[in-house]
């Protein structure tokens, strides 16, 4: 049985399948890169399994169970966790609170603060620790750097448990040795989390990636380890050659 797996899935807006009879099987432990051109489908790929948009048709099944027609909320209480380009961190809070708000979400954010104050809970340090983040644990979230504020959106993923991670161009805006600390976290949590990453930097794709699908046109053009993607001669012509 896959972790997870889509069956002929379709996307109609209007006119346009922006997913158009897409199939996919990701493994447990997993980091999947999704490829391709603007306009391909990848964001709206990731928009379909979180739940942000239903499918016109097809199947998605997450461990084993169909969560085609679950509503969000409850994808994300099974443990489908999104991470969207724009972060959504509460800045006003530190790094420790926001993680704490993450690690309860379904209490609520009050709660949250009170119940779990201090010390510093095992899963939150361990996660801190993972993301490099631990020395900022009481700064707030306003005052990090962008790569900061990235990583401590993974580490608020990895605080909910999340166990299938979907990640929209991480690194977009980061610079190279953020990119490269971002690429040294992603190899650490294959295995233990199973990833999807949109990513257009082929050198963090190069870093982190074991299995590559490239979409183009809402379809899957090719799927394969990075060499043979970089070596596909239709690849080339519609993403790598421009
Ligand atoms: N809610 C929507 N309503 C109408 N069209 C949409 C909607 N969401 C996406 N689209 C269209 O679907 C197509 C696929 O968009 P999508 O954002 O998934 O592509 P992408 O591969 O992620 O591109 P990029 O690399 O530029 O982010 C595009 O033509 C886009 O305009």
Not at 20 to 30: F, I, Y
Not at 76 to 99: H, I
Not at 126 to 134: A, D, Q, S, W
Not at 219 to 224: C, E, I, N
Request: net charge neutral; with cysteine; charged share 25%.
């Amino acid at each position: 049985m896959s972790f997870l797996e889509i069956r002929n899935l379709t996307v109609q807006f209007g006119g346009l399948k922006a997913v158009n009879d897409l199939s996919l099987d990701v493994k447990a432990g997993e980091l999947r890169c999704l490829l391709g051109p603007n306009g391909a489908g990848k964001s709206t790929m990731l928009d379909l399994i979180c739940g942000k948009t239903k499918a016109t048709s097809g199947q998605i099944l997450f461990q084993g169970q169909d969560i085609t027609w679950l509503k969000e909320y409850k994808r994300a209480r099974q443990g489908v966790g999104r991470k969207f380009q724009v972060p959504s961190v509460f800045k006003q809070l530190t790094v420790l609170e926001n993680l704490e708000v993450a690690q309860s979400r379904k209490a609520g954010v009050l709660d949250a603060l009170l119940v779990f104050r201090t010390p510093v809970r095992g899963r939150i340090k361990e996660v801190l620790e993972r993301v490099g983040l631990i020395e900022m644990i009481d700064t707030h979230a306003g005052n990090l750097s962008h790569g900061q504020t990235q990583w401590l959106e993974i580490a608020m993923l990895l605080a909910q448990d999340s166990k299938l991670i979907l990640m929209d161009e991480p690194t977009a805006g980061m610079t190279i040795q953020e990119t490269l600390k971002t690429a040294e976290i992603f190899n650490t949590l294959k295995g233990e989390h199973t990833l999807i990453v949109v990513e257009h930097d082929m050198q963090f794709v190069r870093e982190v990636a074991e299995r590559v699908t490239v979409m183009n046109q809402g379809s899957v053009l090719a799927d394969g380890s990075i060499a043979e993607i970089e070596a596909d001669p239709r690849v080339k012509a519609v993403y790598l050659g421009h």
